[in-house]
């Protein structure tokens, strides 16, 4: 029998939220811990005691999904791209599965915000949705009539290390291109760049 319980974690370059669902989906829990830094066993063992801290107070175990800045590449199975630089060329999921002896769902977080509102958000119904996350950096994803749109590279929708022509030309004193990320991360607009 399928556990009814169901786990979300956001696993952010600041920190890791937990959320746990009923069977109703309804949220019945809700925590969250600092993201350990440059730090990718402690990361693992934060999300693993969230988890099993949680089923200790709810006296049950469920099934968990985990939405991570970065991708899971299709050709070997490793993250890239991660803010979280330690999550690179690591098998997150592998290791989150060993930590907590069942299978974890792991999806990039802006696909993750994207197909959610798409399929049950303030999107729903649209043809066409493209979400958008701004935090320790930026992110997107994208859904075409209910579908994610993935790419061969499992970077479809990531927007923030695009080139800003503009941005550029105006921060002329930049001694590299500049990206979505400089302008719109939580960082960036804590400490605007003159």
């Not at 990361?43 to 107070?57: F, K, M, N, R, Y």
């Not at 690179?88 to 098998?91: T, V």
């Given at each position: 029998?399928a556990p ?7 696993l952010?370059?600041?920190k890791i939220?937990l959320?746990?669902l ?5 949220e ?14 402690a ?16 006296g ?10 970065g991708?899971?590449s299709?050709?070997?199975?490793l ?7 330690c999550l690179?060329?690591?098998?997150l ?5 060993r930590a907590?002896?069942?299978n974890v769902r792991l999806?990039?977080?802006a696909?993750?915000?994207a197909?959610?509102?798409a399929v049950?958000?303030a ?5 066409t ?11 997107g994803?994208?859904?075409v009539?209910?579908?994610?749109l ?8 990531e927007w923030g ?11 002329a004193q ?12 939580g960082?960036?607009?804590?400490h605007?760049w003159?």
């Open positions: 029998m009814t319980l169901r786990f979300g974690i956001d952010g370059g600041t939220e959320i746990a009923d069977a109703g989906g309804r019945i829990l809700r925590r969250r811990v600092p993201t350990p830094q440059d730090d990718y066993l990361t693992i063992a934060a999300v693993a005691a969230l988890v099993h801290q949680a089923e200790a107070e709810l049950q175990a469920g099934s968990i999904g985990v939405g991570t800045p991708a899971i299709p050709a070997s199975g993250m890239k791209n991660c803010n979280s630089t690179n060329g690591r098998p999921q592998e290791d989150l599965e907590l002896n069942r999806a990039n977080d696909d993750c915000f197909l959610s509102e049950d958000g999107a729903a119904g649209a043809d949705v493209f979400g958008v996350i701004l935090g320790t950096g930026v992110g994803g994208v859904v009539r209910g579908h994610l993935r790419g061969a590279n499992a970077i479809a929708g290390h695009s080139p800003l022509p503009y941005f550029q030309f105006a921060h930049a001694d590299r291109a500049l990206t979505g990320q400089h302008p719109a991360t960082e960036a607009i804590l605007p003159p």
